[in-house]
């Protein structure tokens, strides 16, 4: 099912051809921006010098940091009276990152988001709750307004009262839910709790956070929904930007809007199909914020195959880790979503784990708290020993580190509604 | 020969080395008029399991369960004890002897004689071994 069939079909030439003019009219709409028009300049790169698609390697890299720099409106090509709505998000430190989105974007937006929901088998009928929160946080608006150009009966429930939420699910007879993946985790703890069964739920879009396919598993089984995964961050409208197909294998980005590159993270050089990097997106419609090469922080892959069996293009990979978030323990690479992985795929562990960072005697020390599994307790503290040292020796296979395992009560760890953080480093600074 | 007569549900309820724990779990215990005739802590390594011999254990399964602890049943056996000196070292010898082996105790003094509880590797062959050779061991009638 497509909402848009020429466009999310569009492959070759005709989409190349597509890419060109409108990363040309993205150069010339960015030009319009101080700070790309000095950037530009100080290039001496114009849209004059875009000529093949392989010319956007001639362009300047944004970094988030040069979008905070512009706070609040710096990034405007619009003036602010054709600005429709604002969002932000937060940083970790200091002022928002704002966003702005012409009358034009926004119906580019809703557009991206009903091509998606359409993919995952949605329609006029379905009754979708949006369990995200709404506001300044792209992820409410952004499925509302896509969900309802497409026809489905929207439920804005938002975030918290979770027993409110699953009432709702079954008083109004909810097809389709969209929330992150950990709080669907609790929804389904929840609901078991209340011995709410859920009954019309058919479709879960989980997005914002990483989650692994043992968790997919879960949430299928436990909410008895068919589980996709969800992708897009707010410098590129929201939500919407990439979203999987019924394969669930790898992500649908929309080549007509969005321009992908994966590269290096650390030289910025262009990596192939195949190959793990950052990925960097030139948006090729936004009107009122446009954007050059956006540094995501991203870690994917272009996949291999040119063409899906669903009829669309060249898929990313699920999101494998944040370019940022890569922990670096012992000198080794470390992504949190490798630990998730691991974790719950072994049927000893329970719902939630955390994660702990120590410099002890100048060694990098990690140690993982795991809630364990209810059902697979047997009473005997050597079982015990036993679930701690399997747990500890499928992470050093797969991290290639040594990890000192706690087993912790069901229900003791943080429950996360929105990001997960599930990493405190506590390594401070070096000396 | 009946063996379950003497298998005794132990309950056993994996506990994280905080303090706090198992006063939790006797307070929930006392909460509903359930008796801990015994018990004994397990520890190592930032966990640990609290085994405690109730008079009602299906009522502390279901109460400690209720409370979010992680609980399980384990089976041991009671032998009555000879208020004698050599008693707890024929218990050893006898399972000893028949190459059964002993993982944990503990004891308690019960109304007539004072209880080991054994948990072994062959609960059958322990009780058989047991009788065998004259010991008495608890009924789990005693215990529910
Ligand atoms: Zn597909």
């Known amino acids: 099912m497509f909402w848009n069939e020429r466009m999310e079909t569009l492959k070759g030439k005709d989409l190349g051809d597509l890419q060109l003019r409108r990363l040309r009219w993205t150069v010339t709409q960015a030009g319009r921006v101080p700070f790309y028009a000095r950037l530009l300049g100080d290039a001496s790169v114009g849209t004059g010098d875009i000529r093949t698609l392989q010319d956007v390697a001639k362009l300047p890299f944004t970094s988030k940091q040069d979008l905070r720099g512009g706070y609040p409106f710096g990034f405007l090509a619009v003036p602010l009276r054709e600005v429709r709505r604002i969002h932000t998000t937060s940083g970790t430190t200091g002022k928002p990152t704002v966003v702005g989105y012409t009358a034009k974007d926004l119906s580019n937006w809703a557009e991206l988001i009903a091509r998606n929901l359409t993919m995952v088998g949605l329609g006029e009928g379905d009754v979708f709750q949006n369990m995200v929160n709404y506001g300044l946080f792209t992820g409410g608006l952004g499925f509302h307004y896509g969900a309802e150009l497409m026809g489905l009966t929207v439920v804005p429930s938002a975030t918290g009262n979770t027993r409110r939420q699953i009432e709702m699910i079954e008083d109004f007879g909810v097809t389709a839910i969209h929330c992150t993946p950990s709080y669907a985790m609790h929804l389904a703890e929840v609901a078991g709790e209340m011995g709410a069964t859920l009954e019309t739920l058919k479709v879960g879009c989980f997005g914002a956070e990483p989650w692994s396919e043992a968790t997919r598993g879960e949430l299928e089984r436990r909410l008895g929904v068919s589980a996709f995964d969800s992708y897009g961050i707010s410098e590129m409208y929201g939500p919407g930007v990439a979203m999987e197909c019924p394969e669930k294998d790898g992500l649908h980005i929309w080549h007509d809007s969005y321009l992908v590159e994966i590269v290096d993270p650390a030289t910025g050089e262009a990596l192939g199909p195949g190959e793990k990097g950052e990925m960097v997106i030139t948006p090729l419609v936004k009107e009122a914020m446009p954007l050059l090469r956006y540094r995501t922080g991203d870690v994917t892959m272009l996949m291999d195959e040119e063409i899906c069996s669903c009829g669309r293009g060249q898929k990313i990979s699920r999101i494998l880790g944040r370019s940022d978030d890569m922990l670096v323990v012992r000198g080794i690479n470390v992504f949190p979503s490798q630990i998730e992985h691991v974790l719950f795929s072994l049927p000893e562990v329970g719902e939630q784990f955390m994660v702990y960072l120590d410099r002890i005697h100048q060694l990098d020390e990690m140690t993982i708290e795991v809630e364990m599994n209810r059902s697979t307790f047997s009473g005997e503290l050597r079982d015990l020993h036993r679930v701690q040292e399997k747990i500890a020796s499928a992470l050093r296979e797969t991290l290639g580190i040594r990890t000192d395992v706690k087993l912790v009560e069901p229900g003791k760890l943080p429950r996360f509604e929105g990001k997960a953080k599930r990493v405190v480093d506590r390594r401070g600074v070096l000396f | ?144």
């Open chain 2, 1 to 144: 020969m009946e063996h379950e007569r003497y298998f005794i549900k132990q309950i056993s309820v994996f506990s994280e080395n905080r303090p706090g724990r198992l006063a939790a779990i006797a307070k929930a215990m006392e909460e509903d008029g359930i008796n801990i005739f015994a018990f004994s802590i397990a520890e190592a390594d930032g966990f640990g399991v609290v085994r405690a011999l109730v008079n009602h254990p299906d009522k502390a399964y279901r109460k400690l369960t209720g409370l979010g602890f992680v609980v399980s049943f384990t089976d041991v056996i009671g032998v009555k004890m000879r208020d004698e000196p050599g008693g707890l070292y024929e218990v050893a010898r006898i399972l000893g002897e028949a190459g059964i082996n002993i993982e944990y105790s503990y004891a308690y003094s019960g109304k007539e004689a004072a209880v080991l509880i054994l948990r072994v590797d062959n609960i059958r062959s322990a009780i058989e071994k047991i009788l065998a050779h004259g010991g008495s061991l608890m009924e789990a009638a005693a215990f529910r």
